[in-house]
């Protein structure tokens, strides 16, 4: 069956899948205004593609594969320099907030294949089958990916927690 090009099929697929497909830029390059330019720039890629798409149950994999293949085309255009993280000043600091900022410090250490496996399934929600469609790879690398980066996340986070000034006079107030 042909994929339909309706405006009411290109707003219900952007409807189910833009705040996800946004999630994915911002984990990926924790900036907003460039994940929400990469987001429009996925729809505008699936309108385009709507009339070939034919519907095989995969649709969470075919946004995903274009999203990447966007965020991949984005890396190739981008300078090789490595990003800097701004420093978070801990002693103004509430523990969500070190948190967070400890997550997503922790996200950008992990290699390319593991921060993308952990931010498609924990962000987008995407099952194994999916990712591994989305990434072109198999199930068993995108688990093996997704263990790894659990590991690294839980050593990292657990690290950067335990030097927070905060975090130690908290714990000893409790």
């Known amino acids: 069956m042909k994929g339909l090009v309706s405006p009411t099929t290109a707003a219900a697929v952007f409807e189910r899948h833009h705040v996800a497909v946004y999630r994915y830029f911002q984990r990926m390059t924790r900036r907003h205004d460039l994940a929400q330019d990469l987001t429009q720039e996925v729809f505008l890629r699936v309108v385009r593609g709507l009339e070939a798409y034919r519907e095989q149950g995969l649709e969470s994999a075919w946004i995903f594969r274009i999203a990447r293949n966007v965020f991949l085309d984005h890396r190739r255009q981008v300078d090789a320099a490595p990003d800097t993280l701004p420093q978070v000043d801990e002693v103004g600091a509430d523990c969500q907030n070190i948190a967070a900022f ?66 130690r006079t908290r714990g000893r107030q409790s």
Do not use: D, M, N, W
């Not at 950008?108 to 089958?129: I, K, P, Q």
């Not at 198999?138 to 905060?166: D, G, H, I, W, Y």
């Open 102 to 167: 400890g997550l997503q410090e922790a996200l950008a250490l992990l290699s390319h294949r593991e921060r993308e496996a952990f931010v498609l399934h924990e962000t987008a929600g995407l099952r194994y089958a999916e990712i591994a469609a989305a990434c072109e790879t198999t199930e068993e690398s995108v688990k093996s990916s997704l263990r790894r980066a659990r590991f690294r996340l839980r050593a990292l986070l657990s690290q950067r927690l335990s030097q927070s000034p905060e975090l």
